[in-house]
């Protein structure tokens, strides 16, 4: 039963053209029944329109309450093909806007009074006529009309609601979008920073290791053994960055080792003063402990920035790190006495762009450039509560 409703509702003018059909036969039927050939062109002035109710409700209605004019008129009864013009008063409630369905109604209505006053039976007195007569003719009309205004009303409301479902779809795609695209950038800052200090670690060891080997052998192998422990760390980050998007089998994360800290700051200067930099570390004020992300944040732009000056200082240059915890704030400095090259980290600038936006999402800030007195400086402001990103 459902298949065939679908069929005929993708066929609209086949289900008018049977109804059409019908109500001619009726009329047609009655013309020739009373031998009143001249009824044929009435009927089918009042049936045909129907065909095209759907696809041209005012013109079907106007041609059809024509040819009920000109019946009333000529006193031509076609009761069965009379009733197209309650389905086209219906048509026009269903499809028009009421001020148009309204002024069509009112039409029937007139129509109605003039055939109650044009065709008054003999069997009935004139008052009982007039009531019973209103009734048959107006009563049809008023019905066909409630039924349509209220055809209409639910076609606007289903409209608005396929409406709303489709744009609260598409707000849901283009947030989906959105936290897609700041997943790409924060994995695209953790990949950077990742790939850009360890590689730039191992470069160093392996231009100092292709110096010794000729001299220094031993120097050398433990160049090599510094770029195989400082490729492991990477591989190491790698996949814990990576985890992120992995899940088991049973839909459970995989298990994850934690992101580094400013508890991991002691080692990453070890690291960097393997790599053949001197750094040194100062911390003013009483340590506190910051929230995870602004912890990974201040860790990343330290790292960040010692990669930096490993890569663009010089030779001979050597780097200073200094935390300063004051009230909610950890003021962050990383500072050099190199050739205070450009703040660039690589061809594109990811590099400070990424410190900038790690601390922005924490309600932090960074600012770099070069020293008045020579050498590149980074300095950087995070709160030590959490704040979300954009609050003041």
């Known amino acids: ?38 009824l044929i062109p009435a009927t089918l002035a009042l049936t045909i329109p129907v065909i095209f109710r759907r696809s041209h409700p005012s013109g079907a209605f106007i041609i059809a309450v024509a040819a009920g004019a000109a019946q009333v008129l000529t006193d031509a009864r076609i009761v069965p093909a009379d009733l197209a013009i309650v389905v086209l008063l219906y048509t026009l409630a269903a499809y028009t806007n009421r001020q148009t369905s309204v002024l069509g ?15 008054p039976p003999a069997a009935l007195s004139r008052p009982n006529w007039l009531f019973a007569g209103s009734i048959i003719f107006a009563g049809p009309s008023l019905i066909a009309w409630v039924l349509g205004d209220s055809m209409r009303y639910r076609r606007a409301y289903y409209a608005n609601l396929e409406e709303r479902a489709a744009r609260l779809e598409r707000d849901r795609d283009a947030q989906a979008q959105m936290a897609a695209a700041a997943e790409r950038a924060r994995i695209a800052r953790e990949l950077h920073d990742v790939v850009a200090h360890n590689v730039s670690v191992m470069v160093v060891q392996a231009d100092g290791a292709a110096y010794a080997l000729g001299t220094d052998p031993g120097r050398a192998r433990e160049a090599l053994a510094a770029i195989s422990a400082t490729g492991r760390q990477a591989l190491t980050e790698m996949r814990v960055l990576l985890g992120v998007l992995r899940r088991n089998d049973d839909g459970a994360q995989a298990v994850l080792a934690p992101l580094p800290g400013l508890g991991q700051l002691d080692e990453l200067l070890e690291q960097t003063r393997a790599a053949g930099l001197p750094v040194s570390c100062a911390v003013d004020g009483v340590p506190q402990p910051l929230p995870g992300g602004a912890a990974l944040a201040a860790y990343r732009i330290v790292q960040e920035s010692l990669t930096n000056t ?77 704040i979300r990103a954009g609050a003041a």
Do not use: N
């Open 310 to 386: 490993r890569k663009h200082a010089g030779p001979g240059a050597s780097a200073r790190v200094r935390l300063c915890y004051t009230g909610d704030v950890l003021e962050l400095a990383v500072t050099d006495d190199g050739l205070g090259a450009a703040a660039t980290c690589d061809g594109a600038g990811h590099g400070l762009t990424g410190m900038a936006e790690r601390a922005a999402m924490y309600g932090g800030s960074v600012r770099a450039g070069p020293r008045p007195g020579g050498g590149f400086e980074v300095t950087a402001r995070l709160p030590i509560v959490s």
């Open 105 to 119: 109604l009112a039409v029937c209505l007139i129509g109605s009074a003039g055939a109650v006053l044009r065709w």
């Open 1 to 38: 039963m459902s298949a065939l409703y679908a069929w005929l509702r993708r066929h609209p003018r086949l289900v008018d053209g049977v109804l059409a059909a019908a109500l001619a036969f009726g009329g047609l039927a009655t013309a020739v029944a009373l031998r009143q050939y001249l």
